[in-house]
């Protein structure tokens, strides 16, 4: 009964493809009645710069990949992760070195202020915490929510189209905005730990004892972590 | 003082390479061969939101929805002149930021509602963004409450940033 309950809450939840399609249909049967000419048109310069944006971005992950992926055969970011490794423990229960890796990864790339660079492993990351499944577990969904709230201490886009724009301070904003920043980030941390209680995940992966915890996989996973830490 | 961080960070790990003997140019390789592949998932979901998003801005829909929805941001006490920066910074970088530099020519950037906009923009990501593209790659359907609940929390960081900016 309880199950069902919270299957039927979940779905009306927004999602993307509804929104995608009632933006268009507005937009376009407004322009029907006020510049029919515009729509393909806007459409198309729309599509134009997300090729253009693309581009860029190619230009940005190959870079970035390239570099992690030095930091990865140094053992950096095995470093990296072991010190964040008490934060992605209280974030995160029961995931692999790899999975954590490309989180602190992803983390400390958006804390750095390089959004684009924490995009690839912001994706891994995901894969990995996926798995095959269809809905997301309280893991993906904390791992969505921080990189969604992700901590913006220097704006830096905002704080130059100020100073093209002839700001006499153009940084004054930034107090405000660093508080603003972290409240969303603990803040949303907080919302995932409370619905996950409120809506634990069905297999159970958020508490002790669990499946997974059971498991031969888990125990696999748990063992080589274990052989890691040793012969450090 | 930040812009010595980051290539400071790469000249430490490429002189760190070089005493651990390691061939940082292979590596590098190895490491962006795999972007062309991440860009093939990722462009689907960039065309098909930034598209959206543009017809959306130009048709004046995102406009007079933000007129409606404007008493809500007058609520709570934010300048009802941003509510389509506020709709629309979710969505689309570029689209928001096109927003933004309306608000700059038409208000300026000292004025309360200059700086209230930077901070909406500065504080928060592209929540809608990054959800499609970090989900990209994976089978998942169902986000469950992860949306709403970014959603809130940016909202309210923006909600008491500007109350801040009102003393700061």
């Known amino acids: 009964m309880l199950v069902r ?20 249909i507005a937009a376009i049967g407004a322009l029907l009645f006020t510049n ?13 710069s997300a090729v253009k944006l693309a581009i860029d971005l190619v230009a940005l992950y190959a870079f ?3 570099f992690f992926a030095i930091l990865e055969k140094l053992h950096i970011s095995d470093f990296i992760a072991k010190i964040l490794r008490p934060v992605t423990r209280f974030l995160f229960k029961d995931i692999d070195d790899e999975t954590e890796k490309f989180i602190t990864m992803n983390m400390s790339a958006n804390l750095l202020g390089l959004g684009n660079a924490a995009t690839p492993m912001g994706i891994n990351a995901i894969n990995r915490l996926s798995a095959g499944k269809t809905k997301a577990t309280t893991n993906m969904i904390m791992m969505i929510v921080i990189s969604a709230t ?26 405000a905005s660093i508080i603003a920043t972290v409240l969303s980030t603990v803040l949303g941390v907080f919302l995932v730990k409370l619905f996950s209680k409120i809506f634990p995940d069905k297999e159970g992966l958020n508490e002790r004892g669990s499946l997974l915890r059971q498991s031969a996989k888990y125990k696999k996973m748990r063992g080589k972590r274990n052989l890691g830490t040793e012969k450090k | 003082m930040t812009s010595y961080i980051i290539p400071l960070i790469f000249l430490t790990v490429l002189v760190l390479s070089f005493f651990k003997k390691k061939d940082a140019y ?33 048709s004046g829909v995102s406009a007079l929805l933000a007129n409606a929805v404007s008493p809500v941001m007058s609520f709570f006490g934010l300048p009802k002149e941003l509510t389509e920066l506020m709709l629309l910074r ?12 309306t608000i700059f020519t038409n208000y300026g950037t000292d004025t ?20 499609a593209i970090y989900l990209s790659q994976c089978k998942i359907k169902r986000l469950r409450y992860a949306i709403p609940v970014a959603l809130i929390a940016t909202f309210t960081g923006c909600v008491v940033g500007c109350l801040l900016l009102r003393f700061i």
């Open chain 1, 36 to 48: 029919p000419d515009a729509a393909i048109a806007a459409m198309v310069s729309g599509s134009h």
């Open chain 1, 64 to 66: 970035w990949l390239g």
């Open chain 2, 26 to 58: 292979s590596m590098f390789i190895d490491g962006s061969r795999s972007a062309i592949d991440l860009m093939v998932g990722v462009f689907p979901y960039l065309i098909t939101i930034m598209m959206a998003v543009e017809v959306f801005r130009v």
């Open chain 2, 90 to 101: 979710p969505l689309s970088g570029a689209g928001s930021l096109g927003v933004l530099d």
């Open chain 1, 5 to 24: 309950n919270n299957r039927r809450r979940a779905r009306i939840i927004l999602n993307m493809s509804k929104i995608w399609l009632i933006m268009l």
């Open chain 2, 112 to 131: 309360f509602i200059g700086r209230c906009a930077s901070l909406i923009y500065g504080s928060s990501e592209t929540v809608f963004y990054i959800t």
């Open chain 1, 150 to 175: 992700s901590l913006q201490l220097l704006p830096s886009t905002v704080i130059g189209m100020r100073a093209t724009h002839g700001s006499v301070s153009p940084a004054s904003f930034l107090p």
